[in-house]
């Protein structure tokens, strides 16, 4: 007897993924570049830029504030007035993004989405940087 639950799971997951632009795990949404225009347009949401400030200055997302991962738990405060507000958070790639939300997570931030590929699939995608 073959059990296909996971395999199956998987790409329904996928599935949702491309027709929605979103997938949630442990409390955090990934979403493609789409997704994350129209949370920027429709949300008042916090932008966070979680690579190093030489990343940051060589293009960034507009309205996007910097908070490099490696400084995230020592600079929380900046950011708790967003507690329970929509909080996208990017990165190069999405590798430091989604730990960056895992720590956010971790402090209490319930409203979190991690731009999947970063902000090479937002300039794939044609949008703008700064």
Known sequence: MHHFGLPIAIAASVIVYIVYGRVTT????WINAGAAQDIIKQVDALL??????Q???S???????LLP???????M???TDWKDR????YCHSGTRSAKACRILKKNGFGKLAN???GILSWKSMGYKTV
């Open 26 to 29: 442990a409390g955090i949404k």
């Open 48 to 53: 966070l830029d979680v690579r190093t400030s």
């Open 55 to 57: 990343e940051f200055r």
């Open 59 to 65: 293009g960034h997302i507009n309205g996007a504030k």
């Open 69 to 75: 991962v490696a400084e995230l738990e020592n600079r």
């Open 77 to 79: 405060g900046e950011i």
């Open 86 to 89: 929509q909080i996208l958070v």
């Open 115 to 117: 731009l999947n590929g």
